[in-house]
């Protein structure tokens, strides 16, 4: 393969003279081989010797020609992406692999897998080999439990990677796909202002190489996350002093939870058999409250319940202590 430059220096003259002239633009030259959209282009370098020596210029081999040089073809991601059914920003992930970067090639400053290996990954590959793409309206292929461990490693080689490469990779919604990264960043701008507490959260996202359009939702969560780290030693004095009371069969801390980006919720099931509710639910918008469900303490939206109904409002303020508590669901 070629690159302008080159062919510039085949006819002896400047590569920005070869520009000008657009000579590989005149009638008859040889069409690029690169894929559409590339930004360099390249030529095949037969095709562009004959076109010169004012020989017929040979068709370019196809997929349907001798299969042992077909499979040697050179593929830029472009190519390599589709022939695995995902979109080229998702190749920068799945060239990591190490079959894909033991065979990769350079060519006038370009990435290129020979096709055999991009086609043996993809046979191999796990999870979706058998089956690229997600039919419309099909559920997610990786379990919730398991995606956000999957999805940082994806996070750690590349800041700035999208909801789409994580829904190529796994075969989650989009909408999974989105929450996981924001949760992810998020996570991780509050583990960096913890350490340098002189930063915001917006400065922390560009300082972990976060696109701002990436970032809103992150950062707006990363707050709640650091919110949720403060409030932390107190429900867990509470868990403590309901599992003394006898509510609670072990004295584990609330689950805190992120109903919306911007809210801080902890759920506490009580288990004991005197226990005066079936669960305890504090929003940090509002303070503690009963619940009517184990499975479902928490209403759609994180909306504000009415009273009544089994549904209580508990002490006063967001933070009462642990006795003034008791004695509310005392009562």
Do not use: C
């Amino acid at each position: 393969m070629r690159t302008l430059a080159d062919l510039a220096a085949q006819q002896g003259i400047r590569p920005q003279t070869f520009l000008n002239r657009a000579a590989h633009k005149q009638t008859g030259h040889p069409a690029p081989i690169s894929s559409e959209g590339s930004r360099t282009l390249l030529f095949d370098g037969e095709q562009v010797d004959a076109y010169l020596a004012g020989r017929p210029v040979p068709p370019l081999r196809s997929e349907d020609d001798d299969q042992d040089h077909d499979d040697e073809d050179l593929l830029d991601r472009r190519e390599a992406a589709a022939a695995l059914s995902v979109v080229p920003d998702s190749w920068r992930v799945y060239k990591r692999a190490p079959l894909l970067a033991e065979h990769v090639t350079v060519v006038g400053g370009v990435e290129h897998w020979p096709r055999r290996i991009v086609h043996r990954y993809r046979d191999e590959r796990p999870g979706l080999a058998a089956s690229p793409g997600r039919p419309t309206g099909s559920g997610d292929l990786v379990p919730r439990d398991q995606l956000l461990p999957r999805t940082a490693p994806l996070l750690d080689a590349d800041p700035a990677v999208t909801a789409t490469t994580v829904v190529d990779m796994f075969g989650v919604t989009r909408s999974t796909a989105q929450n996981a990264l924001t949760r992810l960043r998020a996570d991780r701008i509050a583990d960096l202002i913890t350490t340098r507490r002189e930063l915001t959260p917006e400065v922390a996202a560009v300082a972990l190489g976060y696109p701002a359009g990436q970032a809103r939702r992150a950062t707006v969560r990363a707050e709640a996350v650091l919110r949720a780290r403060q409030i932390a030693p107190y429900l867990a004095d509470m868990a403590a002093a309901v599992h003394r009371a006898g509510w609670t069969t072990t004295e584990a801390a609330p689950a805190i939870q992120h109903p919306t980006d911007d809210d801080v919720v902890a759920v506490l099931t009580l288990d004991g058999p005197a226990a005066p509710t079936v669960a305890l639910v504090w929003d940090e918008r509002h303070g503690w409250r009963t619940a009517t469900s184990r499975r479902h303490p928490l209403t759609r939206g994180a909306a504000v319940p009415p009273e009544g109904d089994g549904i209580r409002y508990l002490a006063t303020g967001i933070t009462p202590p642990p006795r003034a508590l008791i004695a509310a669901l005392s009562n």
